[in-house]
């Protein structure tokens, strides 16, 4: 069977619009990154409990928390639209002054995310502990400059 292109090629575009995260309001925007956040810190804490002794070490826990991570760490950039500047949240306003600095922030913790689920494949605790305090240090950096 010969599929037609055109039903192809809008395929293809839902899947890139899905990524590009369109939003019915601006609040919806503001729920939207806040709970992406949410999510991540939930499960970043469980990583952090283990990389810190305080739950034995899963290797099998250890990579779903992270494989978790890594998807959802992808979705909050997108939720800071200028339009969501004047509604109420933790986001300073310097986020949409200094949006290089900003990205690159979200940058530095997306590599630092990166080595930490590395570390998580390969078993090794110490490992763990030091990359998660790696990414530890990237979150804090951003929170520091552009969270309330
Ligand atoms: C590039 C900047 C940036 C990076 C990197 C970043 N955050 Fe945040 N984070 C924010 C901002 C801004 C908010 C507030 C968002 C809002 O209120 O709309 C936030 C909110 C949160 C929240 C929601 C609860 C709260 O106190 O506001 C959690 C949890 C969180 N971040 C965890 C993390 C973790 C864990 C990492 C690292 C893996 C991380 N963040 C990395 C900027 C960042």
């Known amino acids: 069977m010969k599929l037609p292109v055109a039903l192809i090629a809008a395929a293809l ?87 290089a600095r900003f990205d690159a922030a979200a940058q530095d913790a997306a590599r630092s995310l990166t080595a930490l689920n590395a570390a998580a494949m390969t078993n090794n605790l110490d490992a763990v502990r030091r990359a998660f305090g790696e990414t530890a240090a990237s979150c804090k950096a951003c929170h520091d400059n552009f969270r309330d």
């Open 13 to 99: 575009l839902a899947t890139a619009g899905a990524a590009q995260a369109q939003f019915r309001t601006p609040q919806d925007a503001v729920d939207y990154r806040q709970g992406a956040f949410n999510v991540m810190g939930h499960h970043f804490a469980r990583v952090g409990a283990m990389a810190n002794g305080r739950v034995p070490f899963d290797a099998a826990v250890l990579q779903q928390n992270m494989a978790i991570i890594m998807t959802v760490s992808r979705l909050p950039w997108a939720g800071f639209t200028p339009d969501t500047q004047g509604l109420t949240s933790k986001a300073k306003p310097v986020v949409w002054t200094e949006r």
